[in-house]
C-alpha cells in the first residue's frame, strides 16, 4: 500500500471524487481521500493523500488557495458558471475602467453568499442535492478573504484574472458578485486551480508539479510512482524530529503519554554547542544529508516528528505544560 501525498492535477470532467476512484483502481487501494473539492469543469492541482496519510485529510485542508479565472459579463446562469441554465443575458456597456475597478474592489474581506450548487449542507442535505430537485433556499452569507487580485486582460465581456483567496471562497460566486456590482451579470467561464497552501504545514503544491491520472498510471506501471509520493513526514518542515529510545518503542507504538526521558538526541553532535547544527535551519533537522534528531521543544502546544528508535516515523506528538509531557496528536502506525 502506497502512503504519503501527491499532487494531482485534476482534469475537466472529472469530480474530485472522479480522480479518487481512479486512483484506487490505479493502486490497487482502497485508502484514498482528497483534500479541497474542485468543481467538474475546474482544472488543476487537488491534493490527494494516500494509505495512512488519510489521517492527515483535516489538517491539510487548504487555507489559502490561488486560481486562473475567466469572467464572462452579460450572463447568469443557475450554477454561476458557463455549465448552467441560463437565467438572463444582457448587452455588456462598460469601459475597461468600470470593470477593473469593480474587480478590485473585491481585494480584501467581503461577505460572500455560497452558491447553490456547492457542497454546503443545510438542514443535512447538500446544497446541490436541493438544487438539482429545483428547490433554492435562503444561504447565509459568509465571511471570506481575497488576498489579492491581479488583471491578466479585459477584453469585454471576458476578464482574465488570477487570484489568491483564503478557505471557503467560491470564485464562481465571485464572478456573480462582480458582475451585479457592474448590473449586467457574471458568470465563471473557466477556472484552473494553480496552487494550493497546506494549511499551517509549510508546504505549497504547484500546477507545475502536478500529475494527470494518465501520467500516474504510466509511472505505476514501470515502478517510478513512490519517487513521486511526499511521505507524510516531509508533509511538516517545520517541526523538529525526535526520536525515542529503545525502552521508549512500546510507548509510542501505543500511543502513550512520553517524558523527556524516553527521547534520544544525536551522540554525535552537541546541539547547544556545534556551530554547524546552530547555523542550519533546525527545523529541517538535517546536516549533510544526514538526520539529526533533537530533543523536543518544552513549550506548551508544541509538536514535533516522533520516529521509534530504529528511525521510522511514527507519530506527530503534542508538548502538554501541566504534565511536563507529550501527548499523541496524530498516529501512523
Same mark, same amino acid.
Request: contains cysteine.
Given at each position: 500500500?502506497?502512503?504519503?501525498?501527491?499532487?494531482?492535477?485534476?482534469?475537466?470532467?472529472?469530480?474530485?471524487?472522479?480522480?479518487? %476512484?481512479?486512483?484506487r483502481g490505479i493502486l490497487?487501494?482502497?485508502?484514498?481521500?482528497?483534500?479541497?473539492?474542485?468543481?467538474?469543469?475546474?482544472?488543476?492541482?487537488?491534493?490527494?493523500?494516500?494509505?495512512? @496519510?488519510?489521517?492527515?485529510?483535516?489538517?491539510?485542508?487548504?487555507?489559502?488557495?490561488?486560481?486562473?479565472?475567466? &469572467?464572462?459579463?452579460?450572463?447568469?446562469?443557475?450554477?454561476?458558471?458557463?455549465?448552467?441554465?441560463?437565467?438572463?443575458?444582457?448587452?455588456?456597456?462598460?469601459?475597461?475602467?468600470?470593470?477593473?475597478?469593480?474587480?478590485?474592489?473585491?481585494?480584501?474581506?467581503?461577505?460572500?453568499?455560497?452558491?447553490?450548487?456547492? @457542497?454546503?449542507?443545510?438542514?443535512?442535505?447538500?446544497?446541490?442535492?436541493? @438544487?438539482?430537485?429545483?428547490?433554492?433556499?435562503?444561504?447565509?452569507?459568509?465571511?471570506?478573504?481575497?488576498?489579492?487580485?491581479?488583471?491578466?486582460?479585459?477584453?469585454?465581456?471576458?476578464?482574465?484574472?488570477?487570484?489568491?483567496?483564503?478557505?471557503?471562497?467560491?470564485?464562481?460566486?465571485?464572478?456573480?458578485?462582480?458582475?451585479?456590482? &457592474?448590473?449586467?451579470?457574471?458568470?465563471?467561464?473557466?477556472?484552473?486551480?494553480?496552487?494550493?497552501?497546506? @494549511?499551517?504545514?509549510?508546504?505549497?503544491?504547484?500546477?507545475?508539479?502536478?500529475?494527470?491520472?494518465?501520467?500516474?498510471? %504510466?509511472?505505476?506501471?514501470?515502478?517510478?510512482?513512490?519517487?513521486?509520493?511526499?511521505?507524510?513526514?516531509?508533509?511538516?518542515?517545520?517541526?523538529?524530529?525526535?526520536?525515542?529510545?529503545?525502552?521508549?518503542?512500546?510507548?509510542?507504538?501505543?500511543?502513550?503519554?512520553?517524558?523527556?526521558?524516553?527521547?534520544?538526541?544525536?551522540?554525535?553532535?552537541?546541539?547547544?554547542?556545534?556551530?554547524?547544527?546552530?547555523?542550519?535551519?533546525?527545523?529541517?533537522?538535517?546536516?549533510?544529508?544526514?538526520?539529526?534528531?533533537?530533543?523536543?521543544?518544552?513549550?506548551?502546544?508544541?509538536?514535533?516528528?516522533?520516529?521509534?528508535?530504529?528511525?521510522?516515523?511514527?507519530?506527530?506528538?503534542?508538548?502538554?505544560?501541566?504534565?511536563?509531557?507529550?501527548?499523541?496528536?496524530k498516529m501512523f502506525v
Open positions: 500500500m502506497y502512503d504519503g501525498i501527491i499532487n494531482v492535477y485534476k482534469e475537466k470532467g472529472y469530480t474530485s471524487f472522479d480522480v479518487v %476512484a481512479r486512483l490497487k487501494q482502497k485508502k484514498i481521500g482528497h483534500t479541497g473539492t474542485l468543481d467538474p469543469d475546474a482544472e488543476g492541482v487537488l491534493v490527494v493523500c494516500l494509505g495512512k @496519510a488519510t489521517r492527515l485529510c483535516e489538517m491539510l485542508t487548504s487555507k489559502d488557495k490561488s486560481y486562473d479565472a475567466v &469572467l464572462l459579463l452579460g450572463k447568469t446562469t443557475d450554477t454561476e458558471d458557463s455549465s448552467g441554465k441560463l437565467l438572463s443575458e444582457k448587452e455588456v456597456n462598460l469601459t475597461e475602467d468600470e470593470v477593473r475597478e469593480a474587480v478590485m474592489s473585491f481585494v480584501g474581506e467581503y461577505d460572500q453568499i455560497p452558491p447553490m450548487y456547492s @457542497a454546503i449542507k443545510v438542514g443535512g442535505k447538500k446544497l446541490y442535492e436541493l @438544487a438539482r430537485q429545483g428547490i433554492e433556499i435562503d444561504r447565509a452569507p459568509r465571511k471570506v478573504i481575497i488576498h489579492h487580485i491581479d488583471i491578466q486582460e479585459i477584453n469585454i465581456p471576458y476578464v482574465r484574472f488570477s487570484v489568491s483567496c483564503g478557505k471557503g471562497t467560491y470564485i464562481r460566486s465571485l464572478c456573480r458578485d462582480i458582475g451585479e456590482k &457592474l448590473s449586467c451579470g457574471g458568470i465563471m467561464d473557466g477556472l484552473v486551480r494553480s496552487s494550493v497552501n497546506a @494549511a499551517d504545514t509549510g508546504m505549497r503544491f504547484e500546477l507545475s508539479d502536478a500529475l494527470k491520472l494518465d501520467e500516474i498510471e %504510466a509511472l505505476v506501471s514501470t515502478g517510478d510512482f513512490e519517487e513521486h509520493i511526499l511521505t507524510i513526514d516531509k508533509m511538516f518542515p517545520k517541526l523538529v524530529k525526535v526520536k525515542v529510545t529503545a525502552e521508549g518503542d512500546k510507548k509510542l507504538r501505543n500511543g502513550n503519554v512520553l517524558f523527556l526521558r524516553d527521547f534520544e538526541c544525536a551522540d554525535d553532535i552537541n546541539t547547544d554547542n556545534d556551530e554547524a547544527f546552530q547555523n542550519k535551519d533546525i527545523a529541517h533537522n538535517v546536516i549533510n544529508d544526514r538526520t539529526i534528531y533533537t530533543l523536543p521543544q518544552k513549550a506548551d502546544g508544541a509538536d514535533c516528528l516522533v520516529y521509534d528508535h530504529l528511525g521510522t516515523f511514527t507519530a506527530i506528538y503534542r508538548y502538554h505544560e501541566n504534565i511536563h509531557g507529550w501527548k499523541a496528536y
